[in-house]
């Protein structure tokens, strides 16, 4: 099997002519195959490509169940599924907060890393190195979802997909929620132990029924098995805005899914 080197993967950013730009990273170290060093020499060559550097540091080990008198409709929540709710609380802590396995280990890895900064918010936190990442991070309230993430897009940024399609691209939330669709509502426990409310995005399964309207804004380029895309965040959000304003069910990922369902709608009422 071939073995990838930190050179390759630095030869493919600069192959798509993003070297030096700021970017929002997903990824997945599987998808290489076999990389030199594993995903810290992943990391390095994303640092000493980039000028600010952003990872998904969702974190879900504070989630609670939905108290009895706050309960709003159409907000993809079957409450049902909380009558028996027997996790333990755990205050979200920023400090020492987990990361969900789904982030992938780049991410979890970055997190680590010094100079990393996250974002504290208990749903969608955010990991940032870079320059302006203090900006970009600070005063993440509870909400709103990806305050990060559009403070990025202000300041020109790039989404790169290392290995993952575009259900993994949380860019398109901000899509949704032009067109007017409003965040779901969660419950979480906070560093006092307060049980509050939090703003969290919709499913994303379904986004991947996007591709075929992109393919004009996507770059790709390939380091051994895995497919890196970029695009420009405010024209691919953008353009993204106007597939889903035109045909709203095109995100749906199935039929049975009551957060896509909702999420089209419009999101929470009578909140």
Same mark, same amino acid.
């Given at each position: 099997m071939?073995i ?14 993003i070297?030096?730009?700021?970017v ?42 939905p ?8 907000n993809?929540?079957?409450?049902a599924?909380?009558?028996?709710? *027997?996790?333990?609380? &755990?205050? %979200? +802590? ?5 990361? /969900? =396995?789904s ?59 290392i ?9 398109i939330?901000?899509?949704?929620e ?15 132990g ?6 969290a *995005?919709?499913?994303? &399964?379904? %986004? +991947? ?5 992109? /393919? =004009? ?21 953008s ?5 889903i ?11 049975t ?5 909702d ?9």
């Amino acid at each position: 099997m071939k073995i990838i080197t930190y050179e390759e993967i630095k030869q493919a950013f600069e192959e798509l002519k993003i070297v030096g730009k700021r970017v929002v990273i997903h990824s997945s170290l599987s998808s290489f195959g076999n990389v030199e060093g594993g995903e810290n020499t992943v990391i390095k060559a994303i640092q000493n490509s980039f000028k600010t550097v952003m990872m998904p540091a969702f974190c879900w080990d504070s989630n609670t169940y939905p108290p009895k008198g706050d309960r709003p409709f159409r907000n993809g929540c079957d409450y049902a599924f909380y009558d028996n709710w *027997s996790k333990k609380d &755990k205050p %979200f +802590i920023v400090q020492y907060a987990g990361i /969900e =396995k789904s982030m992938g280990i780049i991410s979890k890895t970055f997190l680590s890393v010094k100079g990393v900064e996250r974002s504290d918010h208990p749903w969608h936190s955010w990991a940032c190195y870079g320059e302006y990442s203090d900006k970009i991070i600070e005063n993440h309230s509870y909400e709103t979802t990806n305050l990060p993430l559009e403070r990025l897009l202000e300041l020109d940024g790039h989404i790169v997909l290392i290995g993952v399609d575009l259900s993994s691209c949380t860019a398109i939330h901000i899509a949704e929620e032009r067109v007017g669709r409003q965040p779901l509502i969660r419950w979480v426990v906070d560093k006092n132990g307060i049980t509050r409310r939090v703003r969290a *995005s919709s499913c994303g &399964k379904g %986004f +991947i029924n996007l591709n075929k309207y992109c /393919e =004009k804004i996507l770059k790709q380029t390939k380091v051994g098995n895995c497919i890196i895309t970029t695009m420009p965040m405010e024209p691919f959000i953008s353009h993204i805005t106007s597939v889903i304003s035109k045909n709203p069910e095109i995100t749906k990922c199935s039929s049975t899914c009551i957060k896509c369902r909702d999420s089209i709608l419009g999101g929470p009422i009578n909140e």
